[in-house]
Each structure stands twice: as structure tokens, then as C-alpha cells.
């Protein structure tokens, strides 16, 4: 269904038919508040976009685990599965010559990486 215009709402009230045109008003606002709705999740997932592709773009992976440059700082490392499958960033745990995800109980070795 065709939204009313202004015009057809301005004929309605200059023939009498002022029910009609509130009824016309109310769609329009019904709209309206639909068309917020969309934008604000728009708006939203727009920012969760953004904030990924910045994400991708301070983190570098070095042939075993991720590691996120902040500040040309290293920080890290980060379990590749999670990153890859879950697309979550999850920090390993530190053991002598591995690193360890504890979500997927994987070890990653401290010498492969480069």
C-alpha cells in the first residue's frame, strides 16, 4: 500500500472527509515510526561494520595466532579458531612453550609462530 501524500490528505480535509485524513495522518505516522526503527538498526549495524574492518585491519596473523597492533604495541596473541570460526577475539592463556584457548581446549605452539 501506497503511503498517503500530503496532497491527498489535504483534499480529504477540503472535502469534509476529516476521519479519512486522520486515518491517512496515522499511517503516515505509523510510518514513520517504522522508518526510525529500520535506521536506528541501520545505524547500529553500520557501527558494528566499522568496527570490524577496523578490528581486521590491527591484526596480523603469523602463521600460528593473531596478534593486534594497538598503538604499534603487539598485543596478544589470539586464538586463530575462535577469530576464524566464531569471529571472536579471544586472548590464549600463557603455559611454558604453548598458548592455550580454553574455549576450544587447542595448544598452540610459541616456536612456530613467526
Not at 4 to 21: F, R, S
Not at 62 to 77: A, F, I, L, Q
Request: glycine share 4%; hydrophobic share 30%.
Amino acid at each position: 500500500m501506497a503511503l498517503p501524500t500530503y496532497k491527498d490528505i489535504v483534499e480529504l480535509m477540503t472535502k469534509g472527509a476529516t476521519v479519512e485524513a486522520q486515518e491517512r495522518i496515522m499511517e503516515l505516522r505509523e510510518a514513520v515510526l517504522e522508518l526510525q526503527e529500520e535506521n536506528v538498526a541501520l545505524k547500529q549495524k553500520n557501527r558494528e561494520l566499522e568496527e570490524a574492518l577496523k578490528l581486521k585491519g590491527e591484526l596480523h596473523f603469523d602463521g600460528t595466532v593473531y596478534w593486534r597492533n594497538e598503538n604499534n604495541n603487539r598485543v596478544g596473541p589470539f586464538c586463530p579458531a575462535c577469530l576464524d570460526v566464531d569471529e571472536k577475539l579471544v586472548r590464549l592463556q600463557n603455559y611454558d612453550d604453548s598458548w592455550y584457548c580454553t574455549k576450544h581446549k587447542q595448544t598452540y605452539d610459541k616456536r612456530s609462530g613467526r
